[in-house]
């Protein structure tokens, strides 16, 4: 019913700049949070960033200052702006959104996971 579709991963070099975009669709009747986590090989998945739908934030702290999260409401979308990458950026991340589906209770949906791997 609800689909989240990834984009925006790949390779850059430290320092260098990403976005990642995620889009949720389907038969949505809200979309509440949305944000990302990542998994670096070997490690657990951890958290981050998050966004509400009304646009307060909140990151982890190795992100702070270097990622910026924000959304488009009317486009069921979010995006992760990445800057002054690290070698320890580099994992697969995952979106995700709590929505509130039009015929189902609210849940956590997932999106595909797209890689991001910075070199140095």
């Known amino acids: 019913q609800v689909q989240l579709v990834e984009s925006g991963g790949g390779l850059v070099q430290v320092g260098g700049s990403l976005r990642l975009s995620c889009a949720a669709s389907?038969?949505?009747?809200?979309?509440?949070?949305m944000g990302w986590y990542r998994q670096a090989p070997g490690k657990q998945r951890e958290l981050v960033t998050t966004?509400?739908?009304?646009?307060?934030?909140n990151y982890a702290d190795s992100v702070k200052g270097r990622f910026t999260i924000s959304r488009d409401n009317g486009k069921n979308t979010a995006y992760l702006q990445m800057n002054s990458l690290k070698p320890d950026d580099t994992a697969v991340y995952y979106c995700?959104?709590?929505?509130?589906?039009?015929?189902?209770?609210?849940?956590?949906?997932w999106g595909q996971g797209t890689q991001v791997t910075v070199s140095s």
């Open positions: 966004i509400t739908s009304g646009g307060s934030t």
């Open positions: 995700y959104a709590r929505v509130k589906p039009i015929f189902a209770y609210e849940s956590d949906y």
């Open positions: 389907g038969a949505i009747f809200r979309n509440n949070d």
